[in-house]
């Protein structure tokens, strides 16, 4: 009756195997560490970034524990704050003798202390929020007027387009702040173009008035278009960000939407502001241009001291060779809807393929039709910096959308190129108006103080479960404990990230999950009160208290699901240990503990009394409590 097959006891002993595996890791801690990093987005470190970190450190007498190589960056593990701290000068003065011009970003950061062996499971701690492993806090505020002016900017350059293949001629268009004006020297065409804007863009307002002998048509976006356009700039700000540090390995960042123009980042383990600041910076911007060929253009790129012609800049290309380029951007990062590496059919050389959206495949068509035999430069724009990441000449009308980038790249750059594409570019610019750093002293209090809690939470539970139910609530102290070690495993497994109120949700799992046992355990009491057999009353009890347990879980589940759909920031960050807790607790509360049980009295046929504690039998004449123990 009450028996496990053997499939069921080893479902239980897997489970506590694995729960042990993965739950090990978050017993070693972190250890201060180093962090090297290019200060170029998509640029890899040299090849010998090791060999030249190990002399620094050695000429400084620093021994580093141990050294992590990744894509992107090299991690030198130390003993000490101390040791960090005087590593990360010898570090920054020897591989960036330049302050003006860095090549290398050096930063404080915290790696695990946990074993090689462990990650041949893939097991890794799970991550800590801000508040338990410190880290880096930012308020941004977003310059709306400027998305705006952004907007307004796009809207004149299609409008001279539209204007031009309607020839609807036309004095002049200029813009003002977030208005444009359109300068017309006769009613009719100012009337066709009027009809043209409002069939085109409906969200824009006309409004007509005379200047001197020419009549000005003002456009201006309406309020709704307005809000709208600042909606999506502060969405995709989020989105580039999230990209952006995605891409560079911060782990688990949390960026978010604050109020109708500010964005709160928090880089957890990133320990100074100077190498976080970076990160939110590294955002390259795509833009398209002509090549100036006249000959005045050709003698500024040939020397640096020539004056380059009136509306032109002049860039440099990965080669060091200069590149005089017209002001005039044809096309943005905007209309770019994706960008992968790839190859060249033709000549089988790396190259990025980039997919433009509908607008802009439109104007790349006109502008290879129109400058067939010219130069058109790719230029990638990162703080502030431009750079020709190739100028080819246009051979024919490029239609479809389809646009390829190729020359003096190999097939690293192109997948680097490819990346910084797709995390895209800031629709407007942004302002840190907070910032603050949450050292991890101040963490690992917080983790002490939260581990306590659980502790103190468990040996409270345990303790009275032991005293009113004597051995079966040793038993339920042994699940509870199960489950608090599949609850850790899971969250290290799916690499969520823990917070405080994550810690205080673990606390009341504990609470939640030994309900359950008090529900079969009062069963079995009941049964035996009616004067069923020990073993009969076992088997009842765990069965009639089923119903009642996943009814109280799927309730309790839902308002969970609830705060995690509904939920951010530590809202979510308590709703996913409360989901995963009640999913553990239900195994380790009904599954595991019967097992015990059944691996305690089911082996004896002849079972006359269980170890539950006191048993109340009003039935009997002589009122007296009855002990099976």
């Known amino acids: 009756m009450n028996r496990y097959s053997i499939w069921k006891y080893l479902t239980i002993v897997c489970a506590l195997l694995i729960g042990g595996l993965y739950t090990l890791p978050n017993f070693f801690g972190e250890s201060p560490a180093v962090q090297i990093s290019s200060a170029k987005s998509g640029q890899k470190l040299p090849a010998d970034i090791q060999t030249q970190v190990e002399t620094i450190l050695k000429s400084a007498s620093i021994v580093p524990t141990a050294s992590t190589f990744e894509p992107g960056n090299f991690k030198i593990r130390l003993n000490s704050n101390d040791e960090q701290l005087k590593a990360k000068d010898a570090l920054q003065l020897a591989l960036n003798p330049n302050s003006g011009n860095q090549s290398f970003v050096i930063a404080l950061n915290l790696v695990s202390r946990s074993p090689g062996w462990l990650s041949l499971f893939h097991a890794s701690p799970m991550y800590l929020g801000l508040d338990l492993r410190g880290g880096v806090h930012f308020m941004l505020q977003v310059d709306m007027q400027a998305a705006l002016t952004k907007k307004a900017e796009s809207i004149a350059g299609d409008l001279r387009s539209q204007l031009r293949e309607k020839s609807l001629r036309h004095s002049g268009i200029n813009r003002v702040d977030q208005s444009i004006d359109i300068l017309f020297r006769d009613t009719t065409t100012l009337i066709a173009a009027k009809a043209l804007i409002q069939d085109q863009w409906p969200d824009i307002n006309t409004t007509e008035k005379a200047q001197g002998s020419e009549l000005v048509l003002t456009l201006n976006l309406n309020p709704d278009a307005a809000r709208k356009v600042q909606q999506q700039a502060l969405k995709q700000n989020i989105t580039t960000l999230h990209n952006r540090i995605n891409e560079l390995g911060v782990a688990e960042p949390v960026i978010q939407q604050q109020g109708l123009d500010r964005i709160v980042v928090q880089l957890p383990g990133v320990q100074d502001t100077a190498k976080a600041k970076d990160i939110l910076g590294r955002t390259a911007t795509l833009e398209i241009r002509l090549v100036d060929d006249s000959s005045e253009a050709r003698s500024a790129e040939l020397s640096t001291s020539s004056i380059v012609p009136f509306g032109d800049e002049r860039f440099l290309e990965r080669t060091g060779q200069a590149v005089v380029v017209k002001k005039q951007v044809l096309l943005t990062g905007e209309n770019l809807t994706d960008a992968q590496p790839g190859f060249d059919s033709q000549t089988q050389e790396a190259a990025v393929h980039l997919t433009l959206d509908a607008k802009g495949a439109r104007i790349f068509r006109d502008v290879t039709r129109e400058n067939v035999g010219k130069r058109m430069a790719i230029l990638l ?249």
């Open 381 to 629: 724009f990162e703080k502030g910096k431009g750079e020709v990441v190739t100028a080819p000449v246009i051979r024919s009308e490029i239609g479809g959308g389809r646009v390829q980038i190729s020359g003096r790249m190999n097939t690293v750059e192109a997948n680097d190129v490819a990346l910084l594409l797709r995390a895209g570019s800031l629709a407007a610019p942004m302002e840190i108006i907070e910032e603050r750093t949450i050292g991890p002293s101040l963490g690992a209090e917080n983790i002490e103080k939260g581990f306590n809690s659980v502790t103190w939470g468990f040996v409270g539970v345990a303790a009275f479960m032991i005293f009113y139910y004597m051995l079966f609530g040793f038993f339920s102290s042994v699940a509870l404990g199960v489950n608090l070690l599949l609850l850790v495993a899971l969250l290290s497994m799916l690499q969520a990230t823990l917070t405080l109120p994550g810690m205080a949700a673990m606390a009341l799992v504990l609470g939640m999950a030994i309900d359950a046992n008090v529900l079969i355990n009062e069963r079995v009491r009941e049964e035996l009160r009616l004067g069923i057999s020990p073993q009969a009353a076992i088997h009842a009890g765990y069965d009639r208290a089923w119903a009642t347990i996943l009814d109280s879980n799927v309730t309790t589940l839902i308002a969970g699901l609830a705060l995690l759909a509904f939920g951010s920031g530590p809202v979510r960050g308590f709703a996913v240990v409360h989901c995963l807790g009640i999913l553990t607790s239900m195994f380790s509360s009904v599954f595991f503990s019967r097992g015990l049980v059944n691996f305690w009295y089911g082996r004896q046929k002849r079972l006359q009394t269980v170890s539950i504690g006191t048993v109340w039998r009003p039935e009997l004449s002589d009122p007296k409590l009855h002990s099976d123990q």
